[in-house]
């Protein structure tokens, strides 16, 4: 087996691709990029962006160390990716109900985006008010 600290960064992309089973086509149209990029990428004739690397990482659920350096592991164990999102263990009906949507699901996957963005609203709207409130004087 590859130790990934002996590959550079296309061959990690390479070795990713691979072992999720896409082909070039359907890795580069998830990233938004064309076919022929990710071909560049994996020869060593080109080198990903960061904002791409980020969003190889956030699509894939995939360190950014890992990708960027070869640290094992190459997955962040105990989460789970929704679009631009991780989320842990909790709540754990979240991720029952991701186990349950199917990738081509993009209105429930949508749904359950909106829900994560409503959890992270309200917990830097109580964080914002915790700092900013004025203590009382007793």
Do not use: H
């Not at 309200?122 to 915790?130: A, D, G, H, Q, S």
């Amino acid at each position: 087996m590859l130790k990934a600290n002996n590959l550079n960064i296309g061959e990690r992309i390479r070795l990713l691709r691979k072992s999720i089973g896409l082909t070039q086509e359907a890795f580069a149209e998830k990233l938004g990029v064309v076919t022929s990029y990710i071909s560049l990428l994996e020869t060593g004739k080109n080198e990903p962006s960061e904002q791409l690397t980020l969003s190889i990482c956030r699509t894939y659920g995939i360190r950014y160390d890992w990708l960027t350096k070869g640290e094992e592991p190459m997955k962040e164990e105990g989460f789970k990716s929704i679009g631009d999102y991780k989320i842990k263990e909790d709540p754990p009906e979240l991720l029952e109900i991701l186990e349950m949507l199917r990738e081509e699901d993009q209105e429930g996957l949508d749904l359950v985006k909106r829900v994560l963005e409503a959890r992270r609203d309200i917990r830097n709207n109580l964080r914002e008010y915790v700092i900013d409130k004025p203590k009382k004087k007793k």
